[in-house]
């Protein structure tokens, strides 16, 4: 594929927010650098990242862009809270009570 300037820009701006194990990869002379970016995609929380290879894969047309819709793994769960157990709340603790 040959890429435009503002692609290879935007393939810069993606490159420094990558860690340096990622970084190896991402280079215009890759043939799968595009297959590469969706599944870092999919794979990141970080929503200017995210933005960056959305705006890529529009220029580089809608059949990579149809790859960003479809997930390529399942992500866990996290939880930014905890949530106290029901069996602790209805049993106090014999330290509080002694």
């Known amino acids: 594929m040959q890429y435009t300037q503002s692609m290879t820009d935007l393939v810069f701006a993606i ?3 990558l860690s340096a194990a ?3 990869s991402i280079k215009t002379s890759n043939p799968e ?3 590469d970016l969706a599944d ?3 794979e990141t929380l970080d929503i200017t990242l995210r933005g960056h290879i959305e ?3 529009a220029q580089a ?3 990579w862009v149809a790859l960003l819709h479809k997930p390529s793994i399942a992500r866990p769960v996290v939880r930014l809270h905890k ?3 029901l069996a602790a709340a209805a049993h106090p603790s ?3 009570v002694a």
């Open 55 to 57: 705006h890529l894969m």
């Open 40 to 42: 870092i995609y999919h």
């Open 94 to 96: 014999r330290e509080a």
């Open 22 to 24: 990622q970084k190896q």
């Open 61 to 63: 047309g809608t059949t």
């Open 83 to 85: 949530i106290p157990l």
């Open 33 to 35: 650098l595009l297959g």
């Open 15 to 17: 490159r420094a927010r």
